[in-house]
């Protein structure tokens, strides 16, 4: 198994500004990946991190808005740009292997 | 794109009553996995079924892979108010994980 940790927990930003979110890993991943959740529902996955090339977007999602940075396999950031409040959410990391992903805690963000 | 379709949506029981939860696809997935999740924190992976047909149990909860690979379902047998909470199923395709909608569970004393 794997343990997963983020920062910050949950931030109140002002529109416009960014965030960046950090995800780190105990052990050796060898994926891992970025999701958004509102409360109670499901999540969807924003993006594959990529160790040290590009991340990969999922429709709807892109590099721009939502820069993605992992330079090793314990490591990833998430950074939320320009933001709205529509960009309001919890947003998650996850690290795993191809059978299994393990999920941090989140970050939960308010944008107002 | 692959869709993992989860029921029900909500559900509302008593304790010691049991339950059933379903995720159904079209698509085959090469594993899936059940998480639960409370609120404030991230899903807690439960289990993880790889072998169509594969049945697993953890404690009162036990569940079943479609032998096709497509389906899943969660069994609690007598339920708690511990139990409360959110149940993801999540299907497994070249690493990446598909989400079904979720199904959230309540358990009244």
């Known amino acids: 198994s794997a343990v997963i940790s983020q920062k910050p927990s949950r931030d109140i930003c002002q529109r416009g500004t960014s965030l960046t979110i950090q995800c780190q890993v105990d052990s050796q991943v060898t994926m891992m990946f970025w999701y958004r959740q509102q409360p109670g529902q499901s999540l969807t996955l924003i993006a594959t991190?990529?160790?040290?090339?590009?991340?990969?977007?999922e429709s709807g999602f892109v590099i721009d808005k939502f820069p993605i940075s992992r330079p090793n396999l314990t490591f990833s950031t998430l950074t939320v740009s320009n933001m709205s409040p529509e960009d309001s959410s919890i947003y998650l990391c996850?690290?795993?292997?191809?059978?299994?992903?393990?999920f941090g805690p989140g970050t939960r963000l308010l944008v107002l | 794109t692959q869709l993992l379709e989860q029921s029900p949506q909500f559900l509302s029981i008593q304790e010691g009553e049991n339950l059933t939860v379903y995720c159904n696809s079209s698509s085959v997935f090469s594993s899936l996995q059940w998480y639960r999740q409370e609120p404030g924190e991230g899903p807690v992976l439960l289990v993880t079924v790889v072998t169509g047909g594969e049945v697993k149990k953890l404690k009162r909860l036990t569940f079943q892979f479609g032998d096709a690979r497509k389906d899943s379902s969660l069994h609690i047998t007598a339920a708690q108010p511990g139990d409360t909470g959110l149940y993801l199923c999540g299907g497994t395709s070249y690493g990446k994980l598909t989400f079904g909608q979720g199904t959230i569970l309540t358990v009244h004393p």
């Open positions: 996850s690290g795993g292997n191809q059978e299994t992903q393990y």
């Open positions: 991190a990529n160790q040290g090339s590009e991340a990969t977007y």
